[in-house]
Every structure is written in C-alpha cells, then in structure tokens.
C-alpha cells in the first residue's frame, strides 16, 4: 500500500525559510519520480518541483532560486526546502509520487498523493 506523509508546513514571515518532508512507503521510492504540488482554495493545484530517479530536476518559475527538492533514499523521504518564502507561496503543499520504476521526468503522471501540510508565510 502505497503511503505518503508529509510534514514541516506552518506559519513564517516573509524572507523566512521552511523544509518540508514526506515519508514514503508501500513503492520503489529510490526509483520513482516525486513531486511537490501546491493549492490555494479555488485555485488549480500547481506542480512546485519535481524530481525523477536520475536526479533530475524541475522547478516552477516563481521558486527558481529559491526552492529546492531532493530525495534521501535510505530514509525513503523527499524534501523541499524552501528559502525566501512569499505571501504568495501559501498554500497546502502536496506531496506527489508516480509508482512505476524508471520514468524520466518528463513522462510522470503522479497517482498517489499525501494528505497535504499548510504553509502560510506573512508579511
């Protein structure tokens, strides 16, 4: 069973940092591809950063430079580091894992998400 935890969301002020994690379970983390995913209530959600089996990166624009995803494999968990954080970057963040072994990142499709943790940075 596929399971994913996330932690780390709360409140900072501008300019202040937060790092998110999610635990994995139930799939071959080491060889899947991840994502960070945010939304905002009647809002689409929004890929933040996603991260593919090679280490492979992508970012959204608004968080170039200022976020950072990565994988510790041996603790099957994902991070997000975030630095510099924005009003605009509340939200709840989601974290996001396509199961299947060995997809390059251009080709996740991600079925299996966690609960979501809140991130609300004021100025």
């Known amino acids: 069973q596929v399971r994913l935890v996330e932690s780390g969301g709360g409140s900072v002020q501008t300019g202040g940092s937060l790092r998110l994690s999610c635990a994995a379970s139930?799939?071959?983390?080491?060889?899947?591809?991840m994502g960070w995913f945010r939304q905002v209530p009647g809002k689409e959600r929004e890929r933040v950063a996603a991260?593919?089996?090679?280490?492979?990166?992508i970012y959204r624009d608004s968080v170039k430079g200022r976020f950072t995803i990565s994988k510790d494999n041996g603790k099957n968990t994902l991070y997000l580091q975030m630095n510099s954080l924005e009003p605009d970057d509340t939200a709840t963040y989601y974290c996001a894992a396509d199961v299947r072994s060995g997809r390059p990142l251009s080709t996740c499709v991600y079925g299996n998400w966690g609960q979501g943790t809140q991130v609300t940075v004021s100025s």
């Open positions: 139930g799939y071959p983390f080491s060889s899947s591809c």
């Open positions: 991260i593919d089996s090679a280490g492979s990166t």
